[in-house]
T-cell receptor
């Protein structure tokens, strides 16, 4: 069964707008990762946040983690058409292998 | 080559046939993984290998087998394919088996079982 569930399942915005995706998970974790998948391609790692971190930035990406609510969010600022992709959260903890969520499909229109 | 390669890119297979999906990495990563991706279900782990010579079962291992004879190669075999194994298969690797390590993915193999 999936550990993480992303919300929304699909998101459509205009270039320049911000995109926010959320991930909820069920069990304790020691880290949460976000991956991106362009259509027909493999996943690419974006960012990792550890369980003792609350916020992390990488370029136009901002990730937050709230372990009390078992949730994380990924914010992409000033979106570009090239950001169109599916975004997955993946949770890891202890000896558990990474478990991926079902993904959010983001469409950024020019 | 740099990264992970998978072969074939796509395949149409008759039910009951045997099929091996190939995966090779040149990053000298210890851990390797096989996932299947189905619409609405995200990625599900089939089998993994923490290091050469060892393998383990993931979330959906039934109907699949793997081997890890060396560091670079991690083939996935479907002994007798069934239509429910129609999916996109991704191989991935990471430097170690720890969950803090980034996983690097191959381009995928699209498999259709008729």
């Amino acid at each position: 069964s999936q550990q993480g569930e992303e919300d929304p399942q699909a998101l459509s915005i205009q270039e320049g707008e911000n995109a926010t995706m959320n991930c909820s998970y069920k069990t304790s974790i020691n880290n949460l990762q976000w991956y991106r998948q362009n259509s027909g391609r493999g996943l690419v790692h974006l960012i990792l946040i550890r369980s003792n971190e609350r916020e992390k930035h990488s370029g136009r990406l901002r990730v937050t983690l709230d372990t009390s609510k078992k949730s994380s969010s990924l914010l992409i600022t000033a979106s570009r058409a090239a950001d169109t992709a599916s975004y997955f959260c993946a949770t890891g903890g202890g000896f558990q292998k990474l478990v991926f969520g079902t993904g959010t499909r983001l469409l950024v229109s020019p | 080559i740099a990264g992970i390669t998978q072969a074939p890119t796509s395949q149409i297979l008759a039910a009951g046939r045997r099929m091996t999906l190939r995966c090779t990495q040149d990053m000298r990563h210890n851990a390797m993984y096989w996932y299947r991706q189905d619409l609405g279900l995200g990625l599900r782990l089939i089998h993994y290998s923490n290091t050469a010579g060892t393998t383990g079962k993931g979330e959906v291992p039934d109907g699949y087998s793997v081997s890890r004879a060396n560091t670079d190669d991690f083939p996935l075999t479907l002994a007798s394919a069934v239509p429910s194994q129609t999916s996109v298969y991704f191989c991935a690797s990471s430097r170690t088996s720890g969950s803090l390590d980034t996983q690097y993915f191959g381009p995928g193999t699209r498999l259709t079982v008729l």
